[in-house]
T-cell receptor, first 115, second 114 residues
Framework: GENVEQHPSTLSVQEGDSAVIKCTYS??????FPWYKQELGKRPQLIID?????GEKKDQRIAVTLNKTAKHFSLHITETQPEDSAVYFC??????????????FGTGTQLKVEL | NAGVTQTPKFQVLKTGQSMTLQCAQD?????MSWYRQDPGMGLRLIHY???????DQGEVPNGYNVSRSTTEDFPLRLLSAAPSQTSVYFC?????????????FGSGTRLTVV
């Protein structure tokens, strides 16, 4: 089955700096890679996603890159703000016979943006 | 449109007790799944369903049962609670559109087994 590794587990940056979180996946059939933000006590919320036929996607201060050959994908947050402080999860999913998909998550990165 | 509704929000069980975590969605999504979240381990898939009457095991299915009699409901049953099942449980429903899997998570159930 799919295995997703995520680094670093904690990340502390100064307000205004950039933050980068990296993930690797194992299943070459995976074709969809979402990123979730989870604030304390809340449910995961999708912040950006990328499909396997796209190398990069950007949404305001957030961007995701995908290297299919190396099975790497990364989240980039620019001009970080205190409200970006949260746990971020990468995930990967591949379709399977009979329909449906299974979303496999990384272990999360605790991002802290310091004033 | 309530999205994904989970009940209860909090629960304390004694070892050996059984209970059912409820999950309902009103978005007519085909796919539903249950995850547990433990510190430092991300979300791990317990069971999932691709439609009414069809379920399968995820990564950590032991000690849990599911059924899917309707599109809307996907309850998770703990057969005999153990302290190792202390966790936060999230139910999710999802759909496939344009190559993207749109997941909606419930608000979670925080379960403590003593």
């Amino acid at each position: 089955g799919e295995n997703v590794e995520q680094h670093p587990s904690t990340l502390s940056v100064q307000e205004g700096d950039s933050a980068v979180i990296k993930c690797t996946y194992s299943d070459s059939a995976s074709n969809y890679f979402p990123w979730y933000k989870q604030e304390l006590g809340k449910r995961p919320q999708l912040i950006i996603d990328i499909r396997s036929n796209v190398g990069e996607k950007k949404d305001q201060r957030i961007a995701v890159t995908l290297n299919k050959t190396a099975k790497h994908f990364s989240l980039h947050i620019t001009e970080t703000q205190p409200e970006d402080s949260a746990v971020y999860f990468c995930a990967a999913t591949a379709p399977f016979t009979g329909g449906g998909n299974k979303l496999t998550f990384g272990t999360g990165t605790q991002l802290k943006v310091e004033l | 449109n309530a999205g994904v509704t989970q009940t209860p929000k909090f629960q304390v069980l004694k070892t050996g007790q059984s209970m059912t975590l409820q999950c309902a969605q009103d978005m007519n999504h085909e796919y539903m799944s249950w995850y547990r979240q433990d510190p430092g381990m991300g979300l791990r898939l317990i069971h999932y369903s691709v439609g009414a009457g069809i379920t399968d095991q995820g990564e950590v299915p032991n000690g849990y049962n599911v059924s899917r009699s309707t599109t809307e409901d996907f309850p998770l049953r703990l057969l005999s609670a153990a302290p190792s099942q202390t966790s936060v449980y999230f139910c999710a429903s999802s759909y496939l559109s344009g190559g993207r899997y749109g997941y909606t998570f419930g608000s979670g159930t925080r379960l403590t087994v003593v």
